[in-house]
């Protein structure tokens, strides 16, 4: 599990943070995705060196480019409606990375930040790059291209259901079960708006089929997800650590965060 999770940190850091800047709109994060390589290829190198001081070197590395984000996120402007829900989507892209690479310092340095073990401290960095950084930012860029309540509560419920996850490992399973529901709902919506109203507006075969298997991909990861935070709230049978990362990890990664970025910036440049 570990070589997998390391391949899906890598894809997060290398291709879906720094692509994922570029759709914000804002030129100033344009230039930092320019200089994020000197802050990403450091932290995935960490990844594949053993625990001790050279890993956690290079992950604090990472660890300062993603606290840069963090700063971008303080000083955005506050949007009135009807931008507030997109805006609190962005402003929870950008601040999540750093969640992540707190949590990849811990692991590297072998220690048990906060009292949770090293397992689930590697779990939380994909975690963070994907449900907190290219959902968050997808669940945004649906909002504002659609313009509809669905948009706004997708951009309002993924990161409070991405929080309250969070919240969940220092409360008990039952708060991670609702975290789980709150975040699943909104993906859900990002799905319904994507397949029905932002793959019409797909100019091309490839943009339209990108959209397509993002939409159907969450369907299917987020029933996974929920099925897993069910079982560990109420103990009855469900898939464990490694098939998740291996079934929900995976295809989240690929099937929606990698798809949805490439469509959005394939939606960004083809001329209408």
């Not at 660890?63 to 963090?70: K, M």
Request: hydrophobic share 60%; glycine share 10%; with cysteine.
């Amino acid at each position: 599990m570990s070589v997998l999770v390391g391949l899906v940190v890598m894809l997060g850091m290398l291709v879906i943070v720094p692509a994922g800047l570029r759709l914000m709109d804002t030129a100033e994060l344009v230039r930092t995705a320019r200089l994020w390589p000197l802050f990403a290829v450091p932290g995935a190198m960490s990844l594949w060196l053993p625990r001790g001081a050279v890993a956690t070197a290079l992950a604090g590395w990472y660890a300062l480019g993603a606290a840069l984000l963090a700063l971008h996120a303080a000083r955005r402007p506050a949007r009135r409606y009807p931008g507030a829900a997109a805006e609190v989507a962005v402003t929870t892209a950008l601040v999540s990375p750093s969640v992540a690479a707190s949590a990849l310092v811990a692991e590297r340095w072998g220690h048990p930040l906060l009292g949770f073990d090293l397992g689930i401290l590697a779990l939380t960095v994909p975690h963070f790059h994907f449900a907190g950084f290219a959902a968050a930012l997808v669940a945004g860029l649906v909002c504002r291209a659609t313009d509809r309540p669905a948009g706004r509560f997708a951009a309002y419920s993924v990161p409070l259901g991405t929080l309250l996850v969070l919240l969940g490992y220092f409360l008990d399973d039952w708060a991670e079960l609702a975290g789980a529901l709150v975040l699943t709902a909104g993906m859900w919506a990002v799905a319904l708006l994507t397949w029905r109203d932002v793959r019409a507006g797909g100019r091309d075969r490839l943009t339209r089929g990108l959209l397509a298997v993002s939409a159907a991909v969450l369907v299917a990861t987020m029933l996974l997800a929920l099925s897993w935070a069910l079982g560990e709230a109420t103990g009855l049978p469900h898939p464990n650590l490694t098939w998740m990362a291996a079934t929900h990890g995976l295809g989240n990664a690929l099937g929606f965060a990698l798809c949805s970025v490439l469509a959005w910036r394939r939606l960004r440049e083809t001329p209408a």
